[in-house]
């Protein structure tokens, strides 16, 4: 009986440990500054600065920057965790005049991204889907200023999630439908930050993950795959 039980408890752990996504962090931003083997700064405002195991993006008015990874990415699901979101943001609707902390994948002139913005109305997380100088959204209204922005890349197409609030045991949300981007290679990752129209706006990042396709089925089926 005892040894019934001991290979019922063996084969659960087993179950647990083929079925656990196999996350790898691409930064954790533990280190001094910014990681130039990790990130390219984009736009030259030098506004992202690390401390404390966060990255961080200052309160400064109407300004803009993005990081881009000096790797590129195979098939996978892509997460960034964030804390202090803050907006004072008052710009009017509808003119990309929105504020916002965003998590994208790009190659060639098409790319996407989720983002977690701001506007006169309010907060929501976002889904973009970028073709040259067409672009589509999707969005919920939320005003969390903590959570999880997430895409998933399953080789040909992208799909768009967030977690609002900062238990991480909250399922996925999906935003918008599954798209399909022409890349010409594998993806870059990307995080950025902006201020908006107005106001000024801060938050800070704690890590930025991959893991790797094939994903468990729990998970697929939880990103309603």
């Avoid at 008052?90 to 504020?99: E, K």
């Avoid at 100088?133 to 999630?161: I, K």
């Avoid at 938050?203 to 893991?211: A, G, R, T």
């Amino acid at each position: 009986m005892v040894h019934r039980f001991l290979r019922f408890l063996l084969a659960a752990w087993l179950l647990t440990i083929c079925c656990a996504p196999r996350a790898a962090v691409y930064d954790d931003f533990g280190s001094d500054g910014i990681d130039a083997g990790k990130w390219v700064r984009q736009d030259g405002a030098d506004l992202f600065t690390q401390s404390n195991g966060r990255l961080n993006f200052p309160c400064k008015g109407q300004s803009t920057e993005k990081l881009d990874s000096t790797a590129r990415f195979a098939p996978g699901f892509f997460r960034l965790e964030f804390r202090d979101y803050n907006s004072t943001n008052a710009s009017p609707p509808a003119r990309g005049l929105g504020s916002y902390l965003a998590l994208g994948l790009a190659a060639g002139d098409e790319r996407v991204r989720t983002i977690r913005g701001d506007i006169g109305r309010g907060g929501y997380f976002e889904a973009n889907f970028f073709k040259g100088r067409d672009y589509n959204l999707w969005y919920f209204d939320d005003n969390a200023d903590a959570g999880q922005l997430g895409l998933y890349f399953d080789g040909s197409a992208v799909s768009f999630y967030y977690k609002a609030g900062p238990n991480p045991a909250k399922p996925w949300r999906k935003i918008g439908p599954t798209v399909r981007p022409n890349w010409p290679a594998l993806p870059r990752l990307y995080i950025a930050g902006s201020s908006g129209g107005s106001g000024c706006t801060r938050f800070s990042i704690v890590n930025v993950e991959h893991i790797p396709a094939p994903l468990p089925a729990s998970f697929l089926q939880e990103l309603g795959h």
